[in-house]
């Protein structure tokens, strides 16, 4: 908006509108005067003013006059302004375009269409086209396929939101190479058509330190899970090391709370670790004596304490010895973090002990009795003139018998000792007529005893064994001198030999006093005899265990059946195949 | 002429303790085990009996049968020796808990046999 305003006064001083400027007027002389006022959008630009010292009407020419030039002030104006701001335009449009071509961003205006139609230097680098080349081109040729659906998305968005990304996408370069890029964008009008602004960061570096980093985080984390997996690994060893333990394993905190409790100790004193843990250990442990003894223990230690046990059973078989061991568990600085308590079954042990004590009694009254003999005759013969040639002859018989029998006592200690340190037996196999055998075995025992009834059954045919001969009647004159000792009433003693399969098979079977299952399985055992209460029955009790180590020596096997109060059967077998093969 | 019973289940022990025995004025009786012990001792009360421990073949061992000989007022006033192998000090405290007047452990010198015989016989 532009306009003239023409203040005409042809005479000043009676002129209301010009009181302010009276003294001014006084000073000048001026009688009449002719302003014009140029005002351009509401703003005054200049005034203009024409003053006479004498009073005269303003002519038409004189206004119309003042109007042109006020008029081409106005015009002066507005072209001075107009040129002002064009020259503003161009610096800011300067500043921007040296913006665009230096920002170290990827800058690219494009068309709807996707056309480039400017691009910065950073663009160009990131593309490998120049800005000419790219003119060319629309964003879809430097976008792989596969982002097809992901560029929809976001041209989606910016229909939307005028705007759109932050997007990660793919360039192909002119080289043909991908290069990875992160755009973010906005629509801008321009000269009423719409322009696609983006900025576009090339994201090689980033995209390889995130890489490497997920690397090094995927790396760690795989780390982190062997590791765990070693501890979870180890202490599931350790548990498992705790839990196969043969003793019983309780750990206590330094507050006597039970923390940890093994199968074994769960056995021994009849309670769950589940129920128990974190509660005092005097509360855990039932028994009131051992209770007390552990809690003597307890308030006594200093580093390490034992004690014996005895545990009662529902019976005497079931109670038990046992060994508590208890030590203190020092953490690094030397401070008491606990008690460990170590629970050892010593029952067999003592019970071993008690067998061995048994069987040096035993073994010592076994000598006594050929030496009782020897010892006796000898000094009949060397003291006395009475005795007769003939008696003189007997004596010395059964002075020679006895020294052989000691000598077969000595050798069955002997076998035992060596079987027990673990050298077991050396064989000296040779073809044996078994039934044979079986026969010169039986026929001295037979003589012995008035009371038992011998049967003898084997084959009519000859077997012929491969056999160590004397360990194999050492066997048989032990089963049946058995059979013997314990049928002390008398009865029918079957020793029969026969071929089973491909084994040959011995079996003794006596009407004597028989066992309970549980002496039976424990007729084997070293130094076991299955009546020790019975005075009456002598032997070392290392026979059946003699027994059992020459026929395994042989690959063969033994076993037992009986039945208390009526009869034992030992039976054993010597395989035949082997056998066999040697005798071709 | 005394009576001298010998207990014990082998032949040739019983054997070896008459030979020792023949040299004095004795009449020597034989058991091989427990309940015939019992029985030659009731029906002959013999003034000593040798008394062997250890006697398979018999229900009863030689410690019970000085037991039931010594209860028994018929027969408690003879004169029991033990013969026995069984050695051991729990052995004779046995033997003495059952009245055994003495305890002889087996291998034994003939001689020294014979002078206790004669000692206790007065």
Redesign the interface.
Known sequence: MKENHLLISNNVIKDKRLLELKEYFAVTGTKSMLDASAVIEKKLVVIICFERLSIKEWSTEEIAYMRGLSDQFIQIFLRLEESKSQYKLKDSEQKLNRFFDFAPIGIAINQMDGTFSKVNAEFSRITGYTSEELNKLSYWDLTPKEYTKAEEVQIKNIGETKAYGPYEKEYIRKNGKRIPVLLRGIIIQSGGEDFIWSVVEDITEIKKYRNNLETIVQERTEELNIALEDAENARDNIDAILKSIADGLIVTDIQNRVVLMNRVAEDLLKIKLSEVINRSIYYAIKDKTLRNLIKNTFDKIDTESQFDFKLAGKDLNQSKILRVRASIIKDKKGNNNGIIIIIQDISQEREIDKMKTEFI?TA??EL??P???????S??LL??D??SDQ?KKK?LG?INN?ATNLAQIINDLLDISRIESGSGYILEKEPCLIGEAIKSVVEPIITQTK?HKFEVVVHKKPVEIIVDKEKMAQVLENLISNAV?YS?DGGKIQIKGEIIKENYQVSIQDEGVGMTREQVEKIFDKFYRADTTN????GTGLGMSIVKNIVEAHDGKVWVESEIGKGTKVTFIIPLDQNVEQLM | MKKILIVDD?D??R??VE??L??GDFKILQAEN?PKALEIARAEKPELILLD?????????G?EVCEQLKKDPETEGIIIIMLT????DIDKQRGREVGADDYF???????ELMDKVEEVLG
């Open positions: 009694s010592a009254h006594r009795t030496l009782t003999s020897i010892q006796g005759f000094e009949i003291t006395r009475d005795i008696e004596f059964h006895q009371i000792k002390p005075t009456a029955i002598e | 082998q040739e022990v054997e070896l030979v020792t023949r040299i427990g421990v250890m006697m398979p073949g018999g229900s009863i061992d410690f192998a069984k050695g051991q452990t087996k291998p034994f010198s003939p001689l």
